[in-house]
């Protein structure tokens, strides 16, 4: 069984709960590494790469235990990717600590049409490497999360544009053109230069996808693709 940041801290929220999380398709008997059923078990295809660039994935209320979370799928890649709850009130002092960093550039990862300041596409050439903080919920959940928390608002924010519609199918999108965290990061990676990892990242979402899929009762239809402008 795999453990990375986002398991750990899905156990801490388990082990906090006072009441048992209901996700969807509860009944199956999931891999504790994976979360996929045990049959559709991915663990072992798992390949961690090396990468210049560092995520930090701040999550959103009972993200980390949902199975269909893809933020996690990061950190399978990339063992040093740290995640932490998210609250308006009480900051985690790891993630404080996490962002403060002084040998990396943090950048807030938004779209720039959700954006209310300016934003950059391009990473400077010869800078520090990128941390990038990525906010993991719903669409409404990460705009929330911008606009309330000051404590990123020191930071540049990265969007990027991805021309493709998404490949989740895991979660109906608000828009077509929206994303899932782990497609953002390896268009991230991309453009960072981190290939190998970029590479690799995509080939374990797609495979992760894969298999969700083949664990449910009705696989949905693939929707009809179109290049469609994006930002992160």
């Not at 801290?9 to 590494?33: K, M």
């Not at 798992?46 to 701040?58: D, E, G, T, Y």
């Not at 890649?77 to 995640?83: E, F, H, N, S, V």
């Not at 954006?115 to 010869?126: E, F, I």
């Amino acid at each position: 069984m795999t453990d990375n940041a986002v398991l750990r801290l899905r156990q801490d929220r388990l082990d906090r709960a006072t009441r048992p999380f209901l996700a969807r398709g509860c009944r199956a008997v999931r891999c504790q590494g994976c979360l996929l059923p045990q049959q559709n078990c991915l663990c072992a295809t798992i390949k961690p790469q090396q990468a210049n660039s560092r995520f930090c994935l701040i999550m959103f209320g009972a993200e980390p235990l949902k199975p269909s979370n893809t933020g996690r799928l990061i950190a399978d890649i990339l063992p040093d990717t740290q995640a932490f709850p998210w609250s308006r009130t009480e900051i985690d002092p790891g993630l404080l600590a996490a962002i403060s960093d002084p040998t990396r550039q943090p950048y807030v990862v938004f779209p720039a049409s959700y954006a209310d300041r300016p934003v950059v596409s391009t990473l400077p050439t010869g800078g520090k490497p990128p941390l990038f903080i990525m906010l993991d919920g719903t669409w409404s959940e990460a705009r929330k999360m911008f606009r309330k928390s000051p404590y990123l608002n020191a930071f540049p924010v990265f969007s990027l544009n991805v021309l493709a519609a998404s490949g989740y199918l895991l979660r109906e999108a608000s828009r077509p053109e929206q994303h899932c965290t782990a497609e953002v990061a390896a268009a991230l990676l991309q453009q960072a230069g981190d290939e190998q990892a970029a590479i690799g990242l995509s080939q374990h979402f797609n495979y992760f996808r894969e298999q969700y899929l083949a664990g449910k009762p009705h696989r949905p239809e693939a929707p009809v693709t179109a290049n469609l402008p994006q930002s992160a």
